[in-house]
């Protein structure tokens, strides 16, 4: 990325001309409602780092699909798509390195967001625990939220 600076603020230019740069006060663009959504309903499990993010979708109660290493810039507009493609989107993550500026982004976009407490998620102690594996046990733990279970994971209030 290229930096630019004028004498009011500093301004961040992508090398590839074709994607538009989102920053933190950028609005994000609204999908236009055309037809009936093909889907139900879309659960996104994020498991989020201070780079980037690892993102397991579930769509209408079928099983997880494989998780995706997104950038943030990609995964808001990549999100946006998927709003428009479901009649309801749920997303959750883990309190943790980026705050709670993802979680208003997402609010933005009318997606309902949970930021949860880091739970245990390696039940079995077997040493494999990185971001894919935590995105899925989370993808699960959504499901069984949205199902009825509340104490599937414990939920904090955003200031």
Known sequence: MKRISNSSSSLS????????VLTAVDPLPKAPPTQPPPYRQIKL???VHAGDLMVVRRVDGA??????????????RWVVKQKSQAKEVFSCYEAGPIGY????????IEI???VVCPPCLEVRRSGVNNGKSDAL?????????LAGN??????????
């Open 45 to 47: 499990a994020l498991d």
């Open 63 to 76: 099983k997880p699909q494989p998780p995706q290493k997104m950038s943030y810039d990609n995964f808001l």
């Open 150 to 159: 509340h104490k599937s994971f414990s939920i904090v209030t955003v200031p």
């Open 137 to 145: 046990k989370l993808a699960t733990r959504l499901d069984r939220y």
């Open 13 to 20: 230019v992508a090398s590839d001309p074709l994607l538009p």
């Open 112 to 114: 309902v967001n949970y």
């Open 101 to 108: 500026w993802l979680h208003r982004k997402l609010i933005e």
